[in-house]
């Protein structure tokens, strides 16, 4: 057994009077906050119009909540649905309700693809070339899910294997995955927001090396978020629909990873300019 560890919160929710204050929400909030900022800081970097970042994303954080909530019912809907279902079918949608999973049931991969959506949507109306604020958000998306990721701890879910490591996580008994007698795990949370980090760092350095354009430097992203998320996922315990003896995220990683590829090859001659709306300014010196 572990002589260390890193201890889990005693509280994940503290009230203001009868206003719950979660640890979980103020992580993702957190990380939104800070993505958009940084986006925004990249936008104007890049001569797009000061606020863009900011209206698009009064698109894109409503859709990416809908898309994320979306992922985990239909990938987990035996959880809602069914003789056996230990939640009710309203639970699917009352993302805070203390009654069902809450807050703990979002999936990355929803609040990506319906997100995307939505800022889609905001940049036909606006005039602007959805590549060139795929690449801008690439790096500021993966520290926002560095933030994100620390939500799990305040849960004290989605945790790994047994470990006697000097950082594994201590969990309290009982929770689901745990085992009997051990107390230290696998930090999955941890490596997730290590890994995301490092991930942007190295966007941020091979955009400004390469100038990628037209979604390759996104592709990167995805690219490379997929193949952290492959093995972090086979760490982790709580129970996951399983198709080949692998958890559903881990083929969702391979067909994501693969696809990103693919796109970054076929796009390797794209050269056309890319619109940033009617409202240019200059770029920044740097």
């Given at each position: ?133 795929a690449d ?14 620390w939500c ?99 083929w969702t ?34």
């Open positions: 057994m572990s002589l260390a560890g890193i201890p889990s919160p005693s509280e994940g929710v503290w009230y203001l009077g009868p206003l719950p204050i979660r640890g979980y929400t103020i992580c993702i909030m957190l990380g939104v906050v800070v993505a958009v900022v940084i986006a925004e800081r990249r936008w104007r970097n890049r001569g797009g119009a000061p606020g863009t970042m900011l209206d698009l994303a009064t698109w894109g954080i409503p859709f990416g909540i809908v898309g994320a909530r979306l992922y985990h019912v239909i990938t987990d809907w035996q959880l809602y649905f069914g003789p056996d279902a230990p939640h009710r079918p309203i639970d699917a949608i009352l993302i805070w309700s203390d009654s069902g999973p809450g807050w703990r049931g979002l999936g990355v991969w929803g609040a990506v693809a319906l997100g995307g959506v939505g800022v889609w949507i905001a940049c036909r109306r606006r005039g602007i070339a959805l590549s060139a604020v801008t958000v690439a790096p500021a998306v993966a520290i926002g899910q560095a933030i994100g990721r799990n701890y305040f849960n004290q879910e989605l945790f790994g294997g047994p470990t006697d490591l000097p950082w594994g996580l201590e969990i309290d008994a009982g929770r689901p995955g745990t085992v009997p007698g051990v107390t230290t795990y696998h930090p999955t949370f941890l490596y997730e927001s290590l890994w995301s980090l490092g991930l942007a760092l190295a966007l941020i350095w091979i955009g400004g090396r390469f100038a990628l354009r037209h979604g390759r430097l996104f592709a990167l992203y995805v690219a490379g978020y997929t193949a952290g998320r492959f093995w972090i996922e086979g760490l982790r315990v709580d129970p996951a629909n399983e198709v080949l003896g692998m958890r559903l995220n881990q990683s391979i067909a994501l990873f693969l696809g990103a590829v693919a796109y970054v090859y076929l796009t390797r001659n794209k050269r056309s300019e890319e619109s940033l709306g009617d409202e240019r300014v200059p770029a920044e010196v740097k």
